[in-house]
């Protein structure tokens, strides 16, 4: 997108977007590729030599576990809507409303994409530590209050807001003191994301049975894309129209993150058990 930005210049919004999403057949290729030689989980593949495979796992799933479904999407709330707001509808506020340019904001999403190369796995490890739930409600407790900060640092025209980011961005890694608080916000979204999306597939695919699982975690996880994903930048956008504050759109990231605290707080932790036996 970066490159095709520089290249297309005037005429991005046009055609130049549309050549990085044709592009991207080549990852399809590429993740096609990975899922046809991983090899299947031991678990899956006893029920296959056991002949225990389900034969309407989908039908089977919303039957018995229906409610690990529902608290599934709804696990995902924080993550899924401010994912979406910070990495899709931050260009039209950054563009439209800060009046930054489209470049900048493209360098600033790619750097948090760099620092989720690392934070991603690392809160799945730290979750192996002190347990799936656990680091789950602590990524929502912190998303729902990094809205409010995300904003701030976006709006800031404040020179104390400035040195505080700066200072931050110290605190973090030295280099980063050179950029402006819009690019430590964006910089810094991810991370609480990061902090839920790491532990996610683990703790969504465990909380179901093992002949189900891939059925019933595939039911939960896209669900939550429709009431979720999808709808954030929209919602955001509606409601910046409405309220004419960017504080408005953080109030419905905290109300994400508190659907997510509950369903996450209600869901099973099975961390360290096993999970190879057929569920009661």
């Known amino acids: 997108m970066l490159a095709f930005s520089q290249i297309a210049a ?9 050549v990085p999403f044709l592009l991207s057949i080549i990852l399809v290729g590429i993740g096609l590729w990975i899922r046809l030689s991983i090899l299947e989980t031991p678990i899956f593949a006893r029920l296959v030599a056991e002949r225990r495979i389900e034969r309407t796992p989908i039908v089977e799933v919303i039957k018995r576990q229906p409610k690990e479904i529902i608290l599934s999407a709804l696990a995902r ?21 800060l009046k930054v340019s489209r470049d900048f904001l493209l360098v600033a999403v790619l750097a948090a994409s760099v620092l989720s190369f690392f934070t991603i796995p690392l809160s799945g490890h730290l979750s192996d530590r002190i347990g799936r739930s656990n680091m789950y409600m602590l990524g929502a407790v912190t998303t729902g209050v990094f809205g409010f900060i995300y904003f701030a640092l976006l709006d800031s025209g404040s020179l104390a807001l400035i040195f505080l980011a700066i200072f931050l961005a110290i605190f973090l890694a030295i280099f980063l003191a050179i950029f402006l608080a819009i690019f430590l916000a964006i910089f810094l979204s991810l991370i609480p994301h990061d902090m839920m999306y790491g532990p996610q597939a683990a703790f969504i695919a465990e909380s179901f049975t093992g002949r189900l699982r891939y059925s019933g975690a595939s039911l939960g996880y896209q669900f939550a894309s429709v009431i979720a994903g999808g709808p954030a930048p929209l919602i955001a956008a509606w409601l910046f129209a409405v309220y004419h504050s960017a504080y408005a759109i953080a109030g419905y990231i905290l109300v994400c ?5 509950v369903a996450a707080a209600l869901m099973k932790d099975y961390t360290g058990k096993d999970i190879a036996a057929e569920y009661a």
């Open 10 to 18: 005037d005429q991005f919004l046009s055609w130049g977007w549309r």
């Open 257 to 261: 993150a508190i659907l997510s605290l």
């Open 77 to 97: 709330m924080a993550e899924q809507a401010p994912f979406y707001i910070f990495t899709a509808f931050v260009f039209a506020y950054g563009v439209g409303t």
